[in-house]
């Protein structure tokens, strides 16, 4: 069974421009969740979509914002970015919505802003 | 969403046990008891997760202390591979929506020594 795919694996941005990441969650798996991880602040959570709906979100600004599609890959866009956005973005994907459902993770996309 | 604390780093001799500690003194009687561990370059990965009684799979043990306000994580051979940073994590499973959202600390970076 093929785990969560995350791509690119790597992306080099300019201040000011916009990026978009994508993920392939697991097949038959309907939750994506989008985490961004930084030296300094650790793992913070950004959103999570389910059915094509946001359903949660953390404290990140406008700037950031998500989609999901019919088949559950989900994309996540930074706009007008800032060197503070430097870090690794990960998704994850899980079947459900309960609180004990594990959320499975792809590698990330480490994103480096000049 | 209760707090969890546990040890900034802990060192293990290869094919011995290890005992990762968590405490959750605030924890609900509606919080799940999640871990999730971090490889150098990888995503977390899910290990374990319990409500009450003991957990066993195939990566780890998890015991649960009787008032539920700390439980430790047992790796019971560690490998060289274990060496990651393991974080201890609660999920409401009352909340209205609890969803994909994880709540990561600073966790423990584990070190295996051959």
């Known amino acids: 069974k093929a785990g969560v795919t995350q791509t690119p694996r790597y992306l080099i941005k300019t201040r000011g421009q916009q990026v978009t990441l994508s993920c392939s969650p697991i097949?038959?798996?309907?939750?994506v969740s989008w985490y961004q991880q930084t030296p300094g602040q650790g793992l913070q959570f950004l959103f999570e979509?389910?059915?094509?709906?946001?359903?949660n979100k953390g404290n990140f600004p406008g700037r950031f914002s998500g989609r999901q599609f019919s088949n559950s890959r989900s994309e996540m866009n930074v706009s007008t970015l800032e060197l503070g956005d430097s870090a690794l973005y990960l998704c994850?994907?899980?079947?459900?919505?309960?609180?004990?459902?594990?959320?499975?993770f792809g590698d990330g996309t480490r994103l480096s802003i000049l | 969403d209760a707090k969890t604390t546990q040890p900034n780093s802990m060192e293990s001799n290869e094919e011995e046990p290890v005992h990762l500690p968590c405490n959750h003194s605030?924890?609900?009687?509606?919080?799940?008891i999640h871990w999730y561990r971090q490889l150098p370059s990888q995503g977390p990965e899910y290990v374990i997760h319990?409500?009450?009684s003991n957990v066993n799979n195939r990566m780890a043990s998890l015991a649960i202390a009787e008032d539920r306000k700390s439980s430790t994580l047992i790796l019971h051979r560690a490998t060289l591979r274990d060496a990651a940073v393991y974080y201890c994590?609660?999920?409401?499973?009352?909340?209205?929506?609890?969803?994909?959202?994880?709540?990561f600390g600073q966790g423990t970076e584990l070190s295996v020594k051959p």
């Open positions: 994590i609660l999920r409401d499973y009352s909340s209205e929506y609890q969803g994909g959202k994880l709540i």
């Open positions: 605030t924890i609900s009687g509606t919080d799940y």
């Open positions: 979509y389910f059915s094509e709906t946001q359903r």
């Open positions: 319990g409500l009450t």
């Open positions: 994850a994907s899980s079947q459900g919505q309960g609180a004990d459902q594990p959320q499975h």
């Open positions: 097949s038959g798996h309907r939750s």
